[in-house]
Every structure is written in C-alpha cells, then in structure tokens.
C-alpha cells in the first residue's frame, strides 16, 4: 500500500463548477500539506501549503485537512479552463526533508 | 528573476551512454532535489542535498549520482547502469533548515528520451 494514495482521474467538470480534489495517507506522523499544480510538459507550481489539520483559503483555492481522518482534500470555485492540470498533493513530516507525493489527479475543465 | 533553472529541456540518451543535467538556483536555498516522474507514478526521489559538498541517496538512486560543489548547482549524471531512463527530470529547492517551511520549489524539468 502507497503512503499517499490519490485517484489518477481524469477528472471532467463544466466551467464555473466546484471541484474537489482528494488525497489519503497512511502515515500519521505528516504534518505538512502541500498541493501542486503542474501544466502538461511543465515543472510542478506550489498552489497551497498548510500545517496540521484545518481549513486555509486562497482565492478560489480552499485547502482542508483532516488528520484525525487522514484525508486532505482541495476545493476549487468558479472552476476555469486554465485550472485544466494534474494536481499533486504532498505531505512530509516536521524536520524531515522529504516530501512523499500523490500520484497527481489530471483534472479538465470544459468551457 | 529568482528561481530554478533547468537545461537542457529535452536530452537524447544513447546506448552506454551517460548525460548530465544541469541545475541552477539563485534563491539562496540550502537544499537541493532531483525526482523522475513517470507516467501514473508521481514523483520519485533520486538524491537530495541540504549542503554544499553532502548529498543523500532518494527512493531510486541506483543508476544516478550527484554533485554538489556549490550552493546554487546540483547537476545529475544518468549513468549507462540506469537501464530505464526515459523519463521527465525534475529539480527542486528549499530554504535551508533554519526555516520551518517544508516546500520545494520546482525547476521547469528535463524530459530524457533514449534514442
């Protein structure tokens, strides 16, 4: 069993919806929160970051984690067609220097 | 403009061969990252380096080795006993240990094809 666990997708949803993007982890000890967004052909962009559990709001980006469920999730509002990536979550542990990723969910957002 | 710098874009491998990619920061980061990313698979970790002159071995680092002579260059070497190289190549940076962020910071990637 992976570490991180994140569906693959695709994932297809209407301009102007509210997606929901999840990933779940087995180890306890994570206690940072980190998703990406990577464009086709392109390094991963760091869209939030957040530490133990709770809510953290971005502009149309709301990160949430749930530690007790070990369960974050991403939720993007008046989804756009320029929102049309792979996200990847990732997580690592206080003073460790490793993050362990998800294997990305390829989102579309269709006009 | 501060960030990460990766080159070259796209790499031919052939046979026997071994290639080195090249990075570069100038965010004044400690630490340095190199992941594959494969189709379906996210990103695996090859080496890390949080100093200049130290370097750690990832999840995958048969076949790779590493350098790092100064703080702002982490290059790679794919040598001829990684027998799957085909992938897209990515280097990351953190700021150093006296902060408490855990984020990395991305390069734009290499994608290595053998030919």
């Known amino acids: 069993q992976k570490e991180v666990e994140q569906d693959p997708g695709p994932l297809s949803v209407p301009e102007g919806a509210i997606v929901s993007l999840n990933c779940t982890y087995s180890?306890?000890?994570?206690?940072?929160f980190m998703w990406y967004r990577q464009y086709s052909r392109k390094g991963p962009e760091l869209l939030m970051y957040t530490y133990s559990s709770g809510n953290k709001e971005d502009g149309r980006f709301t990160a949430q984690v749930d530690k007790s469920s070990k369960y974050i999730s991403l939720f993007i509002r008046d989804s756009q067609p320029s929102d049309s990536a792979t996200y990847l979550c990732a997580m690592s542990i206080y003073g460790n220097e490793k993050l362990t990723f998800g294997t990305g969910t390829r989102l579309t957002i269709i006009p | 403009d501060g960030g990460i710098t990766q080159s070259p874009k796209y790499l031919f491998r052939k046979e026997g061969q071994n290639v080195t990619l090249s990075c570069e920061q100038n965010?004044?980061?400690?630490?340095m990252y190199w992941y594959r990313q494969d189709p379906g698979q996210g990103l695996r970790l090859i080496y890390y380096s949080q100093i200049v002159n130290d370097f750690q071995k990832g999840d995958i680092a048969e076949g790779y080795s590493v350098s790092r002579e100064k703080k702002e260059s982490f290059p790679l070497t794919v040598t001829s006993a990684q027998k799957n190289p085909t992938a897209f190549y990515l280097c990351a940076s953190r700021p150093g240990p006296t902060t408490y962020q855990e984020t990395q910071y991305f390069g734009p990637g290499t994608r290595l094809l053998v030919l």
């Open positions: 180890n306890s000890a994570f206690q940072y």
């Open positions: 965010l004044n980061h400690d630490a």
